[in-house]
């Protein structure tokens, strides 16, 4: 008699269905954490994604895990625009068209980007790797005689990380300052652009 074959240990793969049902509660979640900020209920959230407020805690047990699976998506989000941007034939294009995409990204979760901080390890993969991409992609601008040739990594990393405090200290809706901020400290890191003998605008 042959032995009986026990449950596989291998995870189902989530139905199609419920993939469906997590991307609308995601997206429906941004909308309503970006006007509403971190303190929005489950409840307006499920009105927003047309879902039963049940059908959202069965795939997100609290709002905390709704906030994890947002913050590791907007890490995943970023990752894609580097490559993107590293794509680009023209290093000067990519790289300007990268920090627009990091304003814009942080302007729209303005209102709860606190509650995401931490969310995502330092030691994550995906990070690493958006790191990696930042730092070829200036890189090549350099090269290119677009930056400076003493620019790094770490300064264009400087300049994303000002940009966050630009976009939490503006106005909602007012993307101004955060535009300016980066056309200037950019001008600063181009070839040129540089003052002598004196501070000019380059992150530290």
Known sequence: ????TG??????????????NDAIVINAARAVFAEQGPQASMEAIAS????????????????????DAIARLFV???????????????????LEWFLDFVGTFNAEKRRYAASLTDRVPSD?????????RVR???RKAAEAG???QDVTGDDI??????????????????????RRFVRVHLAGLRVGGRATGGGGPVPS
């Open 1 to 4: 008699m042959s032995p009986r």
């Open 7 to 20: 449950p596989s240990a291998t995870p189902r793969a989530p139905r199609r269905d419920a993939l469906r």
């Open 48 to 67: 927003r994604a047309g879902l039963g407020v049940g059908t959202i805690y069965r795939r997100f047990a609290s709002k905390d895990a709704l906030l």
């Open 76 to 94: 995943e989000e970023l990752d894609r625009a580097a490559a993107t941007a590293l794509e680009d034939p023209d290093p000067a294009a990519g």
């Open 124 to 132: 994550d993969d995906v990070s690493a790797r958006t790191t990696d």
């Open 136 to 138: 070829q992609l200036t």
């Open 146 to 148: 677009y930056l400076a």
């Open 157 to 178: 990393k400087a300049l994303i990380v000002a940009i966050r405090g630009v976009v939490a200290a503006s106005p909602d809706g007012d993307d101004a300052p955060w």
